[in-house]
């Protein structure tokens, strides 16, 4: 396909262009998307600060962000139309982390740990455009049903859905979260819809902790606001209550902070499992009572990135398990794409995500 197209450019920090460029024109192996709805993720906050390097040879723009997105099929590259698996108009999303198939972490399924991958958004050209390429091996159809804004924020969800998985919550089993992000508000459903018997949500403001209720936690915990109703100062005991006397069976953490994550060593009892989704800085350490953990028999995870869950992503969305109309609390258009990086960092109006509709039609 020729022609233009409209984007929103990083140049470098602070500076963002809306401009006309040429659509980008695929290889055999790639599909064109006609981009209907970007997701503004925490990563391009700080790109566009400064704040980290982008995936670049260089670390430094100009590129086009964006890697959680929807839209439709727009043109196939001849690997893809010869296989039959996508239609001109079809909705998809795509996995931006786009691995090599090939190396050994990739034979063993740990398409996470590849050396090898070429993400879109961060080391390619994203979604902050009306038209992307992309492997069509990482280009997936959705249901119709899913409206296109939430479809967008299906990489989050598909994150959030990794470390769920690997909290292995048993039924009935009470899950204490940490964060309430779009991340913390996503897992706080994955546990519901997974058959958590609890799930107290902690966090230090009170509108994402209201969100929380709206998206099924059970019970939530200020550890922060003096001045909340939701306010403990010992949120261990206060897991303790809440639980029947009792420390929590798992904990999760959609949050970086190092504070919140030794927290959820207090907060679990025996045999107990903890998640670290959250983005740890390079600098941060873990104190770990290594006598008292031993004992508790407990485990410790991390969870990075998505492997092997889109389906059940967009099984969750279809079925209403997961309602992602309660994590999009701003929506901004292409023109406005800087301003609504600027408004996820600087703004003081409360907020959980914002989402770009590229093409509202």
């Not at 508790?296 to 869950?309: D, G, I, N, Q």
């Amino acid at each position: 396909m020729t022609g233009k197209m409209k984007v929103n450019r990083f140049i470098e920090p602070l500076k963002m262009v809306y401009q006309e460029e040429d659509i980008p024109q695929i290889g055999a192996n790639e599909v064109l998307i006609k981009v209907k709805a970007t997701g503004i993720c925490g990563s391009d906050v700080v790109y566009y600060y400064g704040e980290t390097p982008l995936d670049t040879p260089d670390g430094k723009g100009p590129l086009i962000l964006g890697h959680e997105f929807s839209g439709v099929v727009a043109e196939l590259g001849e690997m893809a139309k010869n296989l039959g698996l996508f239609e001109i108009g079809d909705h998809v999303v795509v996995n931006p982390v786009q691995q090599c198939n090939a190396c050994p972490a990739c034979m063993r399924g740990e398409f996470n740990a590849c050396s090898h991958v070429e993400v879109v958004g961060t080391m390619v050209d994203g979604a902050m455009a009306e038209y992307v390429k992309a492997k069509y091996t990482h280009v997936y159809k959705i249901p119709e049903s899913i409206a296109f804004a939430h479809a967008a924020i299906s990489e989050p969800l598909a994150c959030a859905t990794h470390a769920v998985d690997r909290l292995d919550i048993q039924p009935g089993q009470t899950v204490v979260i940490y964060g309430v992000g779009g991340i913390g508000l996503m897992m706080t459903q994955l546990c519901k819809a997974y058959g958590a018997g609890k799930v107290i949500v902690v966090a230090r403001k009170d509108f994402g902790l209201g969100k929380a209720l709206e998206g099924g936690a059970d019970y939530v915990i200020n550890n922060t606001d003096t001045s909340s109703s939701y306010y403990a100062e010992n949120v261990a005991a206060r897991v303790k209550e809440l639980n029947g006397g009792e420390l929590a069976q798992r904990a999760i953490l959609a949050t970086g902070a190092m504070q919140a994550l030794q927290d959820a060593i207090n907060v679990t009892g025996a045999c107990s499992t903890i998640v670290y989704f959250g983005q740890a800085g390079p600098d941060d350490l873990l104190q770990v009572p290594v006598l008292d953990c031993l004992k508790a028999e407990k485990t410790l995870k991390f969870s990075w990135l998505a492997p092997l869950v889109w389906d059940k992503v967009f099984k969750l969305v279809d079925s209403g398990q997961v309602d992602l109309s309660k994590i999009i609390t701003h929506e901004f258009s292409l023109e406005d794409a800087e301003k609504g990086i600027r408004f996820m960092r600087e703004s003081a109006e409360p907020k959980v995500k914002g989402v770009i509709i590229v093409d509202p039609d």
